[in-house]
C-alpha cells in the first residue's frame, strides 16, 4: 500500500500543552487562499515527503509554471481517492500552536457554508490581492467576521509580488481595510504583505519587504489564542431540558459563562423565580464536588419544587439577564425570500424557542458595498438591524455584556434563514428577582372592542411646543368619547407632575420620560383603551423606542405648525421665557426638535380648523384598523 | 474470549473523590477571594466532552424518536459512553444494530456482553441479501451497501426521526463536509450541495414528514481523540484494535472488507503514539473507500452513515 498523509493532519494526542487553535481562511474569490494554503503547509514541514517535488516536477514536464494552488488539487484528487488528506479540515503545526484550517469557500454562492465553517473558528485570516485591493467579498467577510464574533483577525495583503512590494500601496489596502473592521468592532492583530507564491511573509521577512516589521503569517497564526470559556462573567446556563430518569429531578444544560455550585441562590428567568442549589448532578461519579465552570454540560438539582423548563436560563441573585418580549438585533439573512417588517419568523436564543414578528427594519445593506444603499427589506446575504418582537418572554443580554446569551438565529419553515447579536433589549426590563405573578385582566381584548367599537391604541402626538397637540389631542377625546369609545390623555406635562416629578430634561432623562409615557400608554392599549400621548418627544429615538414598545398598535402624528406660528400662540409663556434667556434647554428656540419620517400622518394646525384635523385623524384611525368603520354586529364578538 | 476493561479503574472513576480534571488542587492554595474554588479549567477533552453532551441533549429534546446507531466499534462505543455521560448513566432511546451478518466473532461478543451490562434497549435488524443491492456498485461498496438498505428497513419499521451516528469529520473527505444535525431526505439521501447553515450550536431539527435527521454528536473529534478518551475513561474495547502479530485493525467493519494494517501498539498508549507519527489514513483498511474515486461518495448520498 501506497498512501500518504501529513503527520499533521493528526490531532495531538490528549495530554500535551500545545494548544489548538481553529482558523478560517476568508475573502474575495481568486485572492489567493489555496496558494497561501500550499504554501503554509510547506513552510511548516507538513507537506508529505516528496510531494513538492513532484509536483513541479509534473508542472516542467508540462511546461507550466508551478502554481501552489496546484498542491491542493492535487492533494483534493488523492484525496478523492481515497489517499491523503482532506482539504476541508487540513491542520498544521507552528512553533507552539496547532492549527486546524476549517473550509469556508469564497464564493458568494456560498456564505452560508462560509458562516458555518468560521462561527466554529478561533481566527480568520482575511486575505487581500494587492493589485485588486478591497472587494466586496472581502467587505463582506469582515463584515460576518464581526458578527459572528471572531475577534482575532489578521489581515494578508497577497500578491505583493504583482505590485513590486510597493509599501505605498500596502498602505493604502492596509488603511482602507483597518478602517473598515475598526468601524465595525474588530482590531486587526496584524497586516501582513506577503507574495504567497514566492513566500515572502509566510514564514520568513524577505529583504523585499525589509520594510515591514510586524510579523509574518506563521507568527501571526501561533500568537493565536484558543477561544476561551467565559468563566468571569456572570453564571448563564440555559436549561435543555429537565430528567427525571429516577428520583432526582435533574436540570441540564450547558454553562455559558459564569460557574456554579451546589449551595448558590440562582434566579430562574424571565420568570424571576429563586432558588438553591441542591447538588451539582455526574456520572459515573455523583454528586460532584467543586464549582463547574462555562463550557461545561451540567445536572443540577435545586432545594425547592419550582416550574423550570427548556428555554428558561438560570442566574446569581443579582445579576440576572434581562426579561423582555423586545429585541433589537444586528442580523445576516441567508434565506432566498428578503426579510420583510411584519414577518413572522421563530427567534432561537439559547435553549429558547419562540414565535416573534419583525417589527422594524433599519439599516439593511449589502455589507459588500461601499455606499450602502438602504432598503426596508434585508435581502439574501444582506445583513440589517431589526426590532423584534417576541411572543413570549426571553431572557437574554446584549452581546457586548454577554456574547453567548447574547446572539440568535431565526428559523423560517423549519430552516435557519439568519442570525445575529443582540444589540438592546427593551430598557427597563431588567427583572426583579421575586416571585412576580402578573395577573392577566379577566376581560378578553374582543369584550372590549365590541363594546367601544375600537381597538386599543396609542396616538403619539408630537411636535413643537405651541404646535397644537394638547389642543388636538383633547377635541379627539371628546370626538371619541362622544362616539362610545374609551379614550384617555396621556399629557406629557401633565405626567411630570406625578409619574415623571423625578425627571429633568437631560436627553436621559426626556428618553426615560418617553419610555414611561409609552409604557403606560401600551398598557392603556392593550385594555382596549386609545391612549392619546400628546407630548413634544423631540428625539426620533426616542420616538422610535415608543414605537417598539406600542408595537403595532403605535399611530404616530406629526403636529407641523411653523415655528413662528408656535411661538406666536406661546400658550403657556414658555417661548418667552426662553428667549429672555431664563428657560434653558427649550425645544423650539433651540434646534433640537427631529421630525418624524415615517409617521402615520402629519397635521399643520396653522391651515386647518381643529374639527378638519380631528376629521382627518379619524379618517387615518378608521383606515388602519383602530376604529371600526361601520357598524359591526357586536353580538358576533361576544 | 477476553473483552478488554479495567475493573480497577472503574473502581477508581466511581470513587467519592472527584476525577482528574474535574476536581482542583488542595484547598489552602486555591481560596479565592469569594471563599470558593475557581472553576476547574477545562482540557481538550473535557472541551469535547462537554459538546457532545450538548449535542446529545438538544437531540434528545428537540427529535420524537430517536435511535442511536451502535456499529461495535471504538467511536461508536465513546458515543455510548457520552450518552451515558449526557443522561447520568442511562441511554434513553434505542441502540440499533443494523447487522450484516459478517462482523467479527470479537465483535458480537462485544455486543452481547455489553448490551446487557450497559442496560441498553438493543435493536438488531438484519440487512437484505447482496443479491438485492445495486449491481453496478463495486464488489466492496456494494456489500456495504447492503447496510444502507438494512438501515432503511430498520428507519420504516420503527419510524426513527432521528438517528444518531458515530462518524467524524477527520475520517473521510465527504464526512468533513457534515453538519452537526444533517437533513435526510424521504429516501435516506444525503444532499451535499443544499445544506442549511448551522452556527452557534443552533441546530435544524425539524425533518420534513417523512425524513429523517443524523445528528453527530463527535463529528468534532478526532482518531487520536477517541483513543486518548477511551483511555481516560477506561471505556471496554474490541482487541482487535490491539497488535497481534505484528498487526491491528485501526477501523472495524465487515468481515470480508476489512484488513488489519501493520503495527506493534499493544496497548492504547501505544496507539496515540503510532498515530501521532503515521502517514496511513485511518480507513485505509476499508476496502470500500478505495474502489474507484467516487464510492464513498455515491453511498453516502444514498444514506450510507
Request: net charge neutral; charged share 25%; hydrophobic share 40%.
Amino acid at each position: 500500500m501506497n498512501m500518504i498523509i501529513p503527520t499533521a493532519t493528526l490531532a495531538t494526542p490528549n495530554g500535551t500543552t500545545r494548544p489548538q487553535v481553529r482558523i478560517v481562511i476568508v475573502g474575495h474569490v481568486d485572492h489567493g487562499k489555496s496558494t497561501l494554503v500550499g504554501r503554509l503547509l510547506h513552510e511548516t514541514g507538513s507537506l508529505p515527503e516528496g510531494k513538492l517535488e513532484m509536483l513541479k516536477a509534473v508542472s516542467a514536464r508540462r511546461g507550466m509554471p508551478f502554481e501552489w494552488s496546484f498542491l491542493l488539487d492535487a492533494l483534493q484528487t488523492e484525496r478523492d481517492q481515497g489517499i491523503t488528506i482532506d482539504t476541508t479540515q487540513i491542520s498544521f503545526r507552528t512553533r507552539s500552536r496547532d492549527v486546524v484550517l476549517i473550509d469556508a469557500p469564497g464564493h458568494a454562492e456560498f456564505l452560508r457554508n462560509m458562516i458555518t465553517g468560521a462561527s466554529q473558528a478561533d481566527g480568520a485570516v482575511l486575505i487581500i490581492d494587492a493589485l485588486e485591493g478591497v472587494r466586496d467579498q472581502t467587505r463582506r467577510h469582515g463584515y460576518l467576521l464581526h458578527l459572528l464574533g471572531v475577534k482575532q483577525v489578521a489581515i494578508v495583503v497577497n500578491k505583493m509580488d504583482r505590485v513590486d512590494f510597493s509599501a505605498s500601496r500596502f498602505k493604502e489596502i492596509s488603511d482602507e481595510i483597518s478602517a473598515h473592521l475598526i468601524g465595525l468592532g474588530v482590531t486587526p492583530s496584524a497586516v501582513i504583505p506577503i507574495s504567497a507564491r514566492d513566500g515572502d511573509g509566510v514564514a520568513e521577512r524577505t529583504p523585499r519587504i525589509e520594510w515591514y516589521d510586524g510579523p509574518t503569517v506563521v507568527e501571526a497564526l501561533d500568537a493565536l489564542e484558543p477561544a476561551r470559556p467565559l468563566e468571569t462573567l456572570a453564571l448563564r446556563l440555559p436549561v435543555q431540558a429537565i430528567y427525571k430518569f429516577d428520583d432526582r429531578r435533574i436540570v441540564a444544560g450547558r454553562i455559558e459563562s459564569g460557574s456554579l455550585a451546589a449551595g448558590d441562590e440562582i434566579v430562574i428567568m424571565p420568570a424571576g423565580k429563586i432558588a438553591r442549589i441542591r447538588s451539582v448532578e455526574s456520572w459515573p461519579v455523583t454528586p460532584l464536588q467543586g464549582s463547574p465552570g462555562a463550557g461545561r454540560s451540567v445536572g443540577i438539582t435545586l432545594d425547592r419544587e419550582l416550574f423550570v423548563e427548556r428555554g428558561d436560563v438560570i442566574a446569581h441573585v443579582g445579576s440576572t439577564p434581562r426579561d423582555t418580549r423586545r429585541i433589537r438585533a444586528r442580523i445576516f439573512w441567508l434565506h432566498d425570500k428578503p426579510l420583510v417588517e411584519g414577518a413572522s419568523i421563530l427567534v432561537r436564543l439559547g435553549t429558547r424557542e419562540t414565535r416573534a414578528t419583525v417589527v422594524a427594519i433599519e439599516k439593511a445593506v449589502d455589507p459588500g458595498e461601499l455606499s450602502s444603499v438602504e432598503t426596508k427589506a434585508i435581502a439574501r446575504n444582506h445583513v440589517g438591524e431589526i426590532d423584534i418582537s417576541l411572543a413570549q418572554p426571553i431572557a437574554a443580554d446584549p452581546y457586548t455584556d454577554n456574547s453567548r446569551t447574547g446572539r440568535l438565529v431565526i428559523e423560517v419553515n423549519g430552516r435557519i434563514a439568519g442570525g445575529g447579536l443582540v444589540l438592546s433589549v427593551a430598557s427597563g426590563q431588567r427583572a426583579i428577582p421575586v416571585d412576580i405573578v402578573p395577573v392577566e385582566s379577566a376581560l378578553r381584548p374582543d369584550e372590549r372592542s365590541a363594546r367601544y367599537r375600537h381597538n386599543g391604541a396609542v396616538l403619539w402626538l408630537t411636535g413643537l411646543p405651541g404646535s397644537g397637540k394638547s389642543t388636538l389631542a383633547r377635541a379627539l377625546e371628546r370626538r371619541l368619547f362622544s362616539a362610545g369609545g374609551s379614550p384617555v390623555l396621556l399629557d406629557g406635562d401633565t405626567l411630570r407632575a406625578g409619574l415623571n416629578s423625578d425627571l429633568g430634561f437631560s436627553a436621559r432623562d426626556r428618553s426615560e420620560n418617553i419610555r414611561r409615557l409609552a409604557e403606560v400608554a401600551v398598557h392603556l392599549a392593550r385594555n382596549g383603551h386609545i391612549a392619546i400621548v400628546a407630548a413634544v418627544s423631540p428625539a426620533r429615538e426616542d420616538r422610535a423606542a415608543a414605537r417598539r414598545i406600542a408595537d403595532t398598535a403605535f399611530r404616530e402624528i406629526y403636529v407641523a405648525t411653523p415655528v413662528d406660528v408656535c411661538e406666536s400662540r406661546d400658550p403657556k409663556g414658555h417661548y418667552a421665557k426662553a428667549r429672555a434667556g431664563a428657560l434653558h434647554g427649550f425645544t423650539g428656540t433651540g434646534n433640537d426638535y427631529q421630525p418624524p419620517a415615517g409617521c402615520e400622518l402629519t397635521i399643520d394646525t396653522s391651515r386647518r380648523s381643529v374639527p378638519d384635523a380631528t376629521d382627518e385623524i379619524e379618517r387615518m384611525l378608521a383606515r388602519s384598523g383602530v376604529l371600526f368603520d361601520e357598524l359591526v354586529d357586536l353580538a358576533a364578538n361576544i | 474470549m477476553h473483552l478488554l476493561d479495567n475493573e480497577s479503574t472503574i473502581a477508581r472513576l466511581r470513587r467519592a473523590d472527584p476525577p482528574k480534571g474535574s476536581s482542583a488542587a488542595p484547598m489552602s492554595s486555591q481560596i479565592s477571594s469569594n471563599g470558593r474554588l475557581p472553576p476547574p479549567t477545562m482540557d481538550h477533552l473535557d472541551a469535547l466532552e462537554a459538546q457532545s453532551i450538548y449535542i446529545f441533549r438538544e437531540a434528545f429534546a428537540r427529535l420524537k424518536k430517536l435511535a442511536l446507531l451502535w456499529s461495535l466499534g471504538k467511536d461508536s462505543n465513546v458515543m455510548i459512553w457520552l450518552a451515558r455521560k449526557a443522561f447520568f448513566g442511562r441511554v434513553p432511546f434505542p441502540a440499533l444494530h443494523v447487522d450484516t451478518g459478517k462482523k467479527f466473532a470479537e465483535m458480537y461478543a462485544f455486543r452481547d456482553r455489553y448490551g446487557k451490562e450497559w442496560e441498553l434497549d438493543l435493536k438488531i435488524e438484519p440487512c437484505p441479501l447482496l443479491e438485492t443491492i445495486d449491481p453496478t456498485l463495486p464488489p466492496a461498496a456494494r456489500s456495504a451497501a447492503r447496510k444502507t438498505e438494512g438501515l432503511k428497513l430498520a428507519l420504516a419499521k420503527y419510524g426513527f426521526d432521528g438517528l444518531i451516528a458515530g462518524i467524524r469529520r477527520d475520517e473521510e473527505a465527504t464526512r468533513a463536509k457534515e453538519r452537526v444535525f444533517s437533513p435526510r431526505g424521504t429516501e435516506g439521501g444525503w444532499d451535499v450541495r443544499d445544506q442549511p447553515p448551522e452556527f452557534w450550536d443552533q441546530f435544524n431539527a425539524s425533518p420534513p414528514p417523512g425524513a429523517h435527521l443524523r445528528i453527530h454528536p463527535i463529528l468534532h473529534w478526532t482518531e487520536a481523540d477517541i483513543w486518548a478518551y477511551t483511555q481516560r475513561e477506561n471505556i471496554p474495547i474490541i482487541p482487535l484494535y490491539l497488535a497481534k502479530d505484528g498487526k491491528r485493525y485501526r477501523s472495524l467493519g465487515d468481515q470480508d472488507i476489512t484488513n488489519p494494517v501493520a503495527s506493534t501498539a499493544s496497548n492504547i498508549e501505544e496507539i496515540l503514539i503510532e498515530l501521532d507519527g503515521t502517514r496511513v489514513p485511518e480507513r485505509a483498511g476499508r476496502a470500500l473507500d478505495h474502489e474507484t474515486e467516487d464510492a464513498f461518495e455515491r453511498l453516502r448520498v444514498a444514506g450510507y452513515l
